[in-house]
C-alpha cells in the first residue's frame, strides 16, 4: 500500500544574526515557510500544534534568542523536535524550511520520501 501523506504549508517573519567567527551579521530578517507533513491525522489538530508551538514563539521574534547558532539547520530541527513533544508525534513524517529562495532545509528527523 502507497504511502498518503498531507503537507500543510505555514509562514513566519523573524530576524536573526549570524556569529561567525569574531564577525556577527547584522541583524536582519526572513519569511519562512514552513512545511509540516503527516499521515492519519485531522488537518486542525496539526494547525492546533504549529500554530500553539512554533508560529506564537517564532513569528515576529530574534530567533538568535531561541536556537543557537540560529541557522536554518539547527532552527528546522528545533521546529521538528518541538512537533515531536506533542502527542501529534506519531504522525509527523518530515518537517522542512525555506529560508529564502535558495536555501530549504528538511529535519533530520524526516522521513527520506518526504524530503
Known amino acids: 500500500m502507497a504511502l498518503m501523506a498531507t503537507t500543510r504549508r505555514y509562514s513566519f517573519r523573524a530576524v536573526h544574526s549570524l556569529q561567525v567567527g569574531e564577525h556577527s551579521e547584522k541583524i536582519h530578517g526572513h519569511q519562512y515557510h514552513l512545511e509540516v507533513s503527516f499521515y492519519s491525522c485531522a488537518t486542525a489538530d496539526i494547525d ?44 509527523i513524517l518530515g518537517v522542512t ?13 524526516s522521513d527520506v520520501r518526504m524530503a
Open 48 to 91: 492546533r500544534e504549529v500554530e500553539t508551538r512554533i508560529l506564537n514563539p517564532l513569528h515576529g521574534h530574534d530567533l538568535t534568542h531561541l536556537v543557537a547558532p540560529a541557522t536554518g539547520e539547527m532552527l528546522v530541527n528545533w521546529i521538528h523536535d518541538r512537533l515531536a513533544e506533542s502527542e501529534l508525534n506519531r504522525h
Open 97 to 109: 524550511l525555506q529560508e529564502t529562495r535558495k536555501n530549504r532545509f528538511v529535519s533530520a528527523r
